[in-house]
């Protein structure tokens, strides 16, 4: 074990871990997550603040043309720091890089300014490669203007979500990690080093005691389904032991009308004592809730 654990002391050191070039999935994360997840100067607080919108996109906001399918657009506004594979494009590895910088014009963006990006395509040597495209230098797509000609509901607040997420302590019984052969067959393929390329921090968690949620969205994409399960996981899950996660839901719900929770946890009891038919229903939440986020993160980057 002294032999292994000095091997790894002085080998894993020599690996530059740059020359990893970033895939899809880390440029993704890493766009859609901003600067950092945790604490920061920008988020003191840790509620969130700070954090690019991901945007799902069916059409160009400057010329009209349809995109079939949507792409995705991480709208930074001015003054939002930039994620890190915008900040050190030494990280992207060295194709990537070179992608980003020179069809993407990632190096012409300015944070006072605020940017939109988005994941392009190239064919280097007769292979696809995915980079970071600055769509305000190359296509003049501004943050307002990708805000304003999309409705509300195509806005994923994602980097709010995973900041929820670490900030709940959900990574203590779940993983993003999955491990072993029979973990692949239930929980989808583990991640690529190229997964992580600027995603701070990646949030493997160390113990699980729930199912893995690195793909969890493609075995369930029901925002519905995603509400009951954190409002109460019972509602979904009768032997479930994770804890209730409603007060995610803040005071109020989607109508601006106070959430009586005393009242639904009173009904949900006579329910579970066979004293009422059905459950009582899960309020909507509000658009600047907690749970949207979280929602939002789960369902949009955990495929």
Known sequence: MLGLSMSITLFFPSWDFRSAESTWVGLDKSLSNGRVIGWSYEDPLVRGDGKPITVILNKDPKTGEEFDPAIRAYVYKPGTPFAAVVNHPDNLGPTVKSLSISKGKIDQAEKSAGAVFIISYADVNGEEWAYVENATATRGWTPSQVLNSTDESQHK???KGKTVYITEGCWWCHTLLPEHTQDWQVFGWPPYVGDMNGEMPTAFGSDRKAPDLLHVASRNSSREWMMLHFFNPRLVQPNSIMPRFDYLWGKTDANGNPIDFAKWRK???????GLRAYPPEVPEYAPD???????????????
Do not use: N
């Open 289 to 303: 809730t907690e749970i949207r986020a979280l929602i939002d993160w789960i369902l949009t980057s955990l495929k």
């Open 157 to 159: 607040y994602v980097g």
């Open 267 to 273: 009904e949900y009891d006579e329910y579970r004592k």
